[in-house]
């Protein structure tokens, strides 16, 4: 209210993108994440991009499920669960335009907009559909993905390269900034993972203890995501007993400044890039419909004088 008094325009929101494994406690972390802000009076606006979740337990504005029906597209193409999320996305994504009209009208009222998206993290990171529905928010919003992982099945070497590894493809995928949340630090406290991504030689200590080719494998690319770890923004959170949310969102005011710093500009090129080819298209149209007419005026002169 006071800002629409004084003639201030509000702040667009945060999109928060919420990616995670399979088991990762993902869909908890989003309905922590929820409650977190309605207690503290910020009410986020969330979207649910999973249609195949049985029971959703937070309330969502946008629900995929309302508008797609994820049982009846697997029946409708003959599809196997994967292939009836990823089309069930790419039904939603023709219609995101709808969505990104709808987060607009509740940027007065919503500070944040958290995105659930499906359990199969593939599914979203590598489809088509996923990455319109991410440009379309980056190009407009301030955008963060947020990567939940599972720090109880982390602790092993290897295991945890992996994490990493797909963190890092993540990362380079969706040209965002980008937050690790380690969850589960109920289980396990997650400061084994820090002190290994910090301390190169800590965990090669670790993994001398492994003597598959694999444990090799992990040796040298520990060597190449030392760059990835220096700019990595890393909190470890507990989303049954929503410890560590403080820290979560002291690194997503950071990560929301290096999107404004870094990525804003070259979305906003890729914006007007854009909009120059749907103008020049447009252009196209009406001159050839003017042809068009021009060409009927001709034949209809014509006919008028033959008469």
């Known amino acids: 209210m006071a800002a629409a008094a004084s003639g201030l325009a509000a702040a667009p929101p945060v ?6 494994m399979a088991g990762s406690g993902k869909t908890t972390f989003v309905q922590r994440l929820a409650a977190h802000l309605h207690g503290q009076r910020c009410p986020p606006y969330v979207i649910n ?3 195949a979740v049985h029971d959703l337990p937070f309330p969502a504005n946008i629900d995929i499920r309302d ?24 039904l939603f994504a023709t219609r995101f335009d709808q969505v990104m009209k709808f987060i607009e009208k509740r940027q007065n009222a919503s500070k944040y907009v958290i995105i ?5 993290i593939e599914v979203f990171t590598w ?35 992996s994490n990493m590894l797909y963190a890092c493809s993540i990362l380079y995928k969706t040209k965002l900034p980008f937050i690790v949340v380690m969850n589960k630090t109920d289980i396990i406290d997650h400061s084994f993972a820090v002190e290994w991504m910090q301390d190169f030689e800590t965990f ?40 560590g949310l403080d820290d979560f969102f002291v690194q997503l005011s950071k990560a929301v400044d290096e999107y404004e710093r870094e990525y804003r500009p070259e979305y906003e090129r ?27 005026c001709v034949q209809g002169d014509t006919l008028a004088a033959k008469v």
Request: net charge neutral; with cysteine.
């Open 15 to 20: 999109c928060v993108l919420v990616l995670g």
């Open 49 to 51: 991009l999973d249609p």
């Open 67 to 90: 508008t797609v029906k994820y049982k009846e597209v697997m029946k409708q193409y003959g599809l196997g669960p994967n292939g009836g999320i990823v089309t069930s996305l790419n």
């Open 270 to 296: 890729l914006r007007k890039t854009l909009e120059k080819a749907q103008n020049k298209q447009k252009r196209e149209q009406l001159e050839h419909l003017w042809k068009d007419m021009g060409s009927v």
């Open 127 to 161: 489809s088509a559909s996923g990455t319109i529905i991410t440009e379309a928010l980056a190009s407009s919003f301030p955008s963060v993905v947020v990567y939940v992982m599972d720090t109880s099945r982390s602790a092993n070497p290897i295991t945890f390269m």
């Open 204 to 243: 090669q200590d670790a993994l001398n203890q492994e003597t598959s080719y694999v444990s090799n494998l992990t040796r040298s690319m520990s060597l190449v995501l030392d760059e990835f770890y220096s700019s990595l923004k890393v909190v470890g959170v507990s989303a049954v007993l929503g410890t």
């Open 116 to 120: 659930d998206t499906p359990g199969q």
